[in-house]
């Protein structure tokens, strides 16, 4: 008989800021059509955390359902223990073909983590963002960059990619998915297609960075908070925009790609039994507060966009809702398996809100935490508790901090500078009682020590690899950073070329 389980499409970005979608309903200047689309006519989590703020621990929490001090997702660059079941590795138990394409961030020899198939991503153990303007690993990790590559303040001002698009990290995810696809059976499936931007470089093709001239200031800048965890200084306005219109320009350009993929899968069919996510490991604070990128506790680092959408929301069905309940990243792992009929394990920190996806009822999700190992030698670091309209801030030794996030959604009054309300004081305790920061650094240590263990024997390339057929790891982009030059100023190659009327 026919298995009638339905496929989950996982789509995952790497620093998209809740802010910059437009189904989220705030005001943004990014445009984003696709992602809209899908979460218009499925169910809204408006209210999701990541587990950590930073790539590769979010990621190993998301695939482990865990919190970081029980998965050891403190750093970057650090391996997933093999020991954890994973999301993927339970739906390949359960019979699923299941594949990730594109980037994780993960460190060390376990770059498979539960997938059966791996034919294109960071699968060297570095990061497969490609650098620009573009340059071999050696230049940009040994002789220094002078150019720089990441493309937020303190670096060069953003512009058009220099890349080929044909051969940009998305486009190539969006290829290799759809010819994993093609090549399945009649075993339902599990896809993770796993995007780059808007993570930096701010770069995009030109027609995306053309419409962004007149791009808006940020929510809050500069910062108005008197605290140490709140340094934002900011740049100056001109410089502002320039990064704002660059990262909206990123944001549009994935979800122009998300709009193919959708496309193409819907025309040939792979989209009627089918699941599908959307989210992003962390956010990015775009200039919000005087501060870039993430590993805050602020919105824009901690807060994610998030929709799911089943195969009754797509048929009409389901009718489509927005979840206001904070919910957390950590929820996706028994959620999907339990919309997809997939056993799990009973000892996950993630919720199963497959009633509130179907549904649309709120559900009964309890405190949503989001952690951070930055700053832990200043007293920096800090959990956070999100619970209702309220959000706790709570680090190792700096005060602590308290936002109603409803009726200040911009965090610029701190109600733990006088006697916490009944609410905060609830939050003062979890917080207290769930997270031991002299543990914390015990488990960074352990997790240093075990990443140094297992790191792979291979060259990390140019970032991103294809697994060919034969068993071969190839470097994906060589020619952009180790380009075999044929001619310069090919235009004049070729006006003299003999018999050339052109």
């Keep these: 008989m026919p298995d009638d389980r339905p496929n989950v499409l996982f789509l995952m970005s790497d620093q998209h800021s809740f802010r910059h979608v437009g189904f989220s309903g705030r005001e943004t200047p990014a445009a984003t059509p696709a992602i809209d689309g899908l979460a218009e006519s499925g169910t809204v989590l408006d209210a999701t955390y990541c587990p950590v703020p930073l790539c590769t621990p979010s990621r190993m929490c998301t695939l482990t359902g865990r919190e970081a001090q029980r998965c050891g997702a403190w750093e970057n660059w650090l391996r997933l223990d093999p020991e954890l079941p994973t999301l993927p590795g339970v739906f390949s138990a359960a019979g699923y073909d299941t594949c990730l394409v594109g980037k994780m961030h993960l460190g060390g020899d376990r770059q498979f983590v539960g997938f059966e198939d791996r034919p294109y991503g960071d699968l060297t153990g570095g990061v497969g963002h490609q650098t620009e303007p573009p340059m071999s690993y050696w230049e940009r990790e040994w002789e220094g960059n002078p150019k720089g590559w990441q493309g937020n303040p303190g670096h060069p001002a953003p512009h058009v990619t220099g890349i080929p698009e044909s051969l940009l990290q998305e486009r190539t995810v969006y290829e290799e998915s759809v010819a994993w696809l093609r090549e399945q059976g009649e075993d339902p499936w599990f896809l993770c297609a796993s995007f780059s931007r808007p993570h930096g470089p701010l770069t995009a093709p030109e027609r995306h960075l053309d419409g962004h001239d007149d791009v808006s200031m940020p929510a809050v800048w500069p910062d108005s908070l ?216 015990a488990g960074v240590e352990r997790a240093r020590e075990e990443r140094d263990d297992h790191t792979l024997p291979i060259p990390p390339g140019t970032g991103n690899a294809y697994l060919m057929p034969d068993g071969r790891l190839v470097d994906a982009a060589t020619p952009l950073y180790q380009p075999d030059e044929l001619a310069w100023e090919p235009a004049d190659v070729f006006e003299d070329y003999p018999g050339d009327d052109n």
């Excluded at 994935?254 to 819907?266: F, M, N, R």
């Excluded at 209702?388 to 109600?415: C, I, M, Q």
């Excluded at 006697?419 to 003062?428: K, T, V």
């Design 226 to 441: 008197d605290h140490p965890a709140a340094p934002g200084e900011g740049n100056d306005r001109e410089a502002m925009l320039t990064e704002r219109g660059a990262y909206m320009a990123c944001v549009e350009f994935l979800d122009e790609v998300i709009g193919d993929l959708l496309a193409t899968l819907d025309r040939e069919g792979y989209l009627e039994n089918t699941v599908v996510v959307y989210t992003s490991d962390h956010g990015d604070m775009a200039g919000e507060h005087g501060l870039w990128w993430k590993q805050s506790w602020q919105e824009g680092s901690s807060h994610v966009p998030m929709a799911i959408r089943t195969p009754e929301h797509r048929a009409g069905e389901r009718d489509p809702a927005d979840i206001e309940t904070p919910t957390s990243l950590l929820d996706l792992y028994p959620t999907l398996c339990s919309l997809a009929g997939v056993e799990y394990p009973d000892d996950l920190d993630g919720a199963d809100l497959s009633a509130a996806v179907e549904t649309g009822t709120e559900p009964d999700r309890g405190p949503v935490v989001c952690d951070t190992t930055a700053g832990l030698a200043e007293g920096l670091a800090f959990r956070m508790v999100r619970d209702g309209d309220y959000k706790y801030v709570r680090f190792r030794d700096a005060p602590p901090l308290l936002f109603d996030v409803a009726s200040d959604p911009k965090e610029t009054e701190n109600l733990a500078r006088g006697d916490l309300p009944a609410a905060g004081e609830e939050l003062a305790a979890y917080a207290e009682e769930t997270l031991d920061f002299d543990a914390v650094e």
